[in-house]
């Protein structure tokens, strides 16, 4: 079979440089290479050597990127169409498994987390959004669409590749069709419960699939007719679980469209949207003066953190809205509080949160800490893939 390789280059790390490629972080950074032998363009697939000519591995090199090379794989297999798809067959049989039932949304790849550097897949119901985010994955989008095409039979292949991570790659951004009609909005089930998502124009891929998991538990917890706040709400999926369940919900967003779907998933699960309240509104601005305290509160803002330069601002506006968040839950209440920065970790996330609380003056405890859902892997050699941090905390006088 063909091979994918550039077979006439390779990279040569510096004499002790090779322990992490060892302990197999799919990263190497351009500080640890001595040298390059051989022609080699940005996107290509390179075997990586260590000073004393030991193979370390195979990946995506990137003369543009600090992350020089994106390693694919540890071993000395070849790099081919059939390498792409074991490793994309590996990553639907997870899905398969896991993905709980009347559920029609999902992660199928999640880039370093399924030893897919740079792609990532979400599947809405037939249509696929997929994000292409390193210089070897963006080279081989023809192929990966082949194999998606091949293995899942959609309707149609969306690209949503954007973020500020593309530029360090030498990427522009880009959102086009790739494959079938261009989809619009579509209806998904999660949990048997329905929901539009915008593929093209929504946010992320459409629609923020790693928080199914906390949305069901708040669906769990909030029985009752109890009041529930959902800052940072977008298309009000937390919402929709606690109002099936009879709690009167107050949904925050600064984004109108964002709100517009919200009601509109009301109606899909045969909720009044009139009987509850969507606010478009500065979660820093509404949680200072909120019209009432509320049973539950949920805050899943975004991720302030896009560099790492921004972390003490960013951790200044975690504590602010948890500190407020406290404050407005009543005596017994919950809050399920969500950070996704990269760059915050869990150990800093609390941190942050105990400041929180410790500025709010109240009785907080920790009643659970869930992270990313099974279908956003993390790959244990790659801590930097873990995001998601939430933590469910009780406060009372
Ligand atoms: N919990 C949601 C996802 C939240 S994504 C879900 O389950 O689907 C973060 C949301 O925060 C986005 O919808 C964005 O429009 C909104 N947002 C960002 N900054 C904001 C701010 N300062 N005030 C209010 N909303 C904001």
Redesign the pocket.
């Known amino acids: 079979m063909e091979t994918l390789e550039n077979q006439q280059a390779r990279v040569i790390l510096k004499k002790g440089r090779a322990k992490s490629a060892l302990n197999r972080h799919p990263w190497i950074f351009s500080g640890a290479i001595d040298r390059v032998e051989g022609e080699c363009e940005g996107g290509e697939v390179v075997p990586v050597y260590s000073a004393e000519k030991r193979l370390l591995g195979k990946g995506f090199f990137n003369p543009r990127s600090q992350i020089r090379v994106r390693l694919l794989s540890f071993e000395d297999q070849p790099v081919n169409r059939e390498f792409f798809r074991r490793k994309i067959r590996q990553a639907l049989e997870l899905r398969e498994k896991l993905i709980p039932a009347h559920t029609t949304a999902c992660r199928l790849v999640h880039s370093e987390g399924d030893f897919l550097p740079g792609l990532v897949v979400d599947r809405y119901g037939e249509v696929l959004a997929a994000h292409f985010s390193s210089l070897g994955m963006a080279k081989l989008k023809p192929l990966m669409v082949e194999i998606l095409k091949e293995l899942l039979r959609p309707a149609a292949i969306f690209e949503r590749s954007e973020g500020s991570a593309l530029r360090e790659e030498g990427l522009t951004p880009l959102k086009q069709s790739l494959w079938g009609e261009p989809p619009g909005v579509v209806e998904i089930l999660e949990n048997n419960l329905r929901f539009r998502v915008d593929v093209p124009e929504g946010?992320k891929t459409g629609?923020?699939l790693d928080?199914r998991d906390n949305?069901r538990l708040i669906g769990e917890l909030a029985a009752g007719s109890q009041a529930l706040l959902n800052c940072?709400?977008?298309?009000g999926?937390?919402s929709v679980y606690a109002a099936l369940q009879g709690a009167a919900t107050t949904s925050?967003?600064?984004?109108e469209p964002?709100l517009a779907l919200a009601r509109e998933n009301f109606g899909l699960n045969g909720l009044n949207p009139e009987g509850h309240r969507f606010v478009p509104?500065?979660?820093?601005e509404f949680l200072r003066e909120p019209p009432e305290t509320y049973d539950i509160i949920?805050l899943?803002?975004?991720a302030f953190v896009k560099h790492r330069k921004d972390l003490e601002k960013a951790a200044r506006g975690y504590k602010d809205i948890n500190r407020l968040a406290i404050k407005q839950v009543k005596s017994g209440g919950l809050l399920l509080t969500c950070s996704c920065s990269h760059f915050v970790n869990r150990d800093l996330f609390r941190k942050i949160v105990f400041s929180a609380a410790q500025e709010a003056g109240r009785n907080v405890q920790i009643l659970a800490q869930p992270g990313q859902p099974p279908d956003h892997p993390v790959n244990i050699f790659h801590p930097e893939g873990e995001y998601l941090k939430t933590l469910l905390l009780r406060v009372f006088d």
Do not use: L
Not at 281 to 284: C, I, L, P
């Open positions: 946010q629609f923020y928080q949305r940072f709400s977008y298309t999926g937390f925050v967003d600064a984004s964002a509104a500065n979660v820093f949920i899943d803002p975004p």
